[in-house]
């Protein structure tokens, strides 16, 4: 079971839209419709911010989207915001109530 | 609304168990079809899931942890703890349980930070 792979950093202006890989297998990734992406601040509990692929909690800005393709989903932010700096990390369901996580995108806002 | 709340030790000497205790409050433990989790994050690291557990004690590992780990739960006290034997240096981290559902952790436990030092 590795973990998913996410570059380690992207960077925005505010208003911009940026755009988070995680790419997985068939075994995770690709194979369920269960990725989801967390944002963590600085000393902070990670947050829920799509489940599903692309299905936001209530309170979610919409700013927030997801899809997948094969192997890799995606999360992307919209009319970037000074609050979006922040980590974030990409999870998904690998089978048997098993669960994988990548390894973190730094997002910086210029 | 749904809290989870960590405790336990923030030290433990090497080749000794880590043991820490969750507890939930603004819901019970046995409702709905929920399964419970613990996370950890090795400072300046990424988050590296541990375990899962239903509210009837069925028990999912991380196959790397697989041989030190024990996840339990008691109903009655609304809790479910970890238990992680051998602990070196690499088992540092901050620690978090959660509220899996439909393959996400919906809520989190602000997390508390175990050191392993002798």
């Known amino acids: 079971q590795s973990a998913l792979t996410q570059p380690p950093s992207a960077s925005g202006s505010p208003g911009q839209s940026v755009t988070f890989s995680c790419t997985g297998t068939?075994?995770?990734?690709?194979?369920?419709?269960?990725v989801s992406w967390y944002q963590q601040h600085p000393g902070k509990a990670p947050k829920l911010i799509i489940y599903?692929?692309?299905k936001r909690p209530s309170g979610v800005p919409d700013r927030f989207s997801g899809s997948k393709s094969g192997n890799t989903a995606s999360l992307t932010v919209s009319g970037l915001q000074a609050e979006d700096e922040a980590d974030y990390y990409c999870?998904?369901?690998?089978?048997?109530?098993?669960?994988?996580f990548g390894g973190g995108t730094k997002l910086t806002v210029l | 609304q749904l809290q989870l709340q960590e405790s336990g030790p923030g030290l433990v000497k090497p080749s000794e168990t880590l043991s820490l205790t969750c507890t939930v409050s603004?819901?019970?433990?046995?409702?709905?079809?929920?399964?419970w989790g613990w996370i950890r994050q090795p400072p300046g690291k990424g988050l590296e899931w541990i375990g899962t557990?239903?509210?009837?004690?069925?028990?999912y590992y991380h196959p790397s942890l697989k041989s030190r780990v024990t996840i339990s739960v008691d109903t009655s006290k609304n809790q479910f703890s970890l238990n992680l034997s051998s602990v070196t240096a690499a088992d540092t981290a901050v620690y978090y349980c959660?509220?899996?559902?439909?393959?996400?952790?919906?809520?989190w436990g602000l997390g508390t930070l175990v050191t392993v030092s002798s």
């Open positions: 959660a509220r899996w559902s439909g393959g996400s952790y919906y809520y």
């Open positions: 603004g819901g019970s433990i046995s409702s709905g079809n929920y399964y």
């Open positions: 557990i239903s509210y009837s004690g069925s028990t």
């Open positions: 068939s075994s995770d990734v690709g194979g369920y419709n269960y």
């Open positions: 599903e692929v692309n």
């Open positions: 999870s998904s369901y690998a089978g048997s109530i098993n669960c994988v």
